[in-house]
């Protein structure tokens, strides 16, 4: 069964980058399946941020498309989030999760872990 | 992309069943086959409890049961129980690699 686990700082600057990593076990990043990034702003519901296939295509909320950078790192079995300029509005809790092998919906998650952009 | 409409909340006594809409447009729900529901406890990861509308993983209970008429999904939770109680969000395959989730439903078990 595979195992997510997020990390990253829980505090960053408006217009700085955020960055996090989800450390994957139990499957490799380099094999059949499809990694996504999810997020939840205070009080507010999901929405999807980005994903990436394998072999590196990847697929951007058009909302977020311009600042969003998802990456694999195949040495350390883990993918990243890179949202650039960030703002207030980007204070959520950031979920990863894998996409299911058809491609139609997210079977496993992380805990999550809340990113807070403040000055 | 707009986020699909669902009900704030809903509420029901336990044994009863609920249903959960879930409601896009022509270009999401209306065209792909492929709308899951999932049901987060706040503080906890989200988990998968339907996909590809009626579908459900290994281990979720047979009391989950989802439809699907024109833009609108359903998620049908019966006998209705305490650990039911959760936020419950569906989400839609929407083309092209991209996803799009429900604004959100609140269930209560009275």
């Known amino acids: 069964q595979v195992q997510l686990q997020e990390s990253g700082p829980g505090l960053v600057k408006p217009s700085e980058t955020l960055s996090l990593t989800c450390a994957v076990s139990g499957h490799s990043v380099s094999s059949a399946y499809y990694w996504a990034w999810i997020r939840q702003p205070p009080g507010k519901g999901l929405q999807w941020v980005g994903s990436i296939y394998q072999g590196g295509t990847t697929y951007y909320n058009p909302s977020l498309k311009s600042r969003l950078t998802i990456s694999v790192d195949t040495s350390k079995n883990t993918f990243s989030l890179k949202v650039t300029s960030v703002t207030a509005a980007d204070t959520a809790v950031y979920y990863c999760?894998?996409?299911?092998?058809?491609?139609?919906?997210?079977?496993?998650w992380g805990q999550g872990t809340l990113v807070t952009v403040s000055s | 992309q707009s986020a699909l409409t669902q009900p704030a909340s809903v509420s029901g006594s336990p044994g009863q069943s609920i249903t959960i809409s879930c409601t896009g447009t022509?270009?999401?729900?209306?065209?792909?086959?492929?709308v899951s529901w999932y049901q987060h406890h706040p503080g906890k990861a989200p988990q998968l409890v339907l996909y590809?509308?009626?579908k459900r993983p290994s281990g979720v209970s047979n009391r989950f049961s989802g439809s699907k008429w024109g833009n609108t999904a359903s998620l049908t939770i019966s006998g209705l129980q305490a650990e039911d109680e959760a936020d419950f969000y569906c989400?839609?395959?929407?083309?092209?690699?991209?996803?799009?989730f429900g604004t959100g439903t609140k269930v209560t078990v009275l």
């Open positions: 590809d509308v009626t």
């Open positions: 999760a894998t996409i299911a092998a058809s491609g139609t919906h997210f079977d496993y």
């Open positions: 022509d270009s999401d729900v209306g065209v792909f086959n492929y």
């Open positions: 989400s839609s395959y929407a083309g092209s690699g991209t996803y799009v």
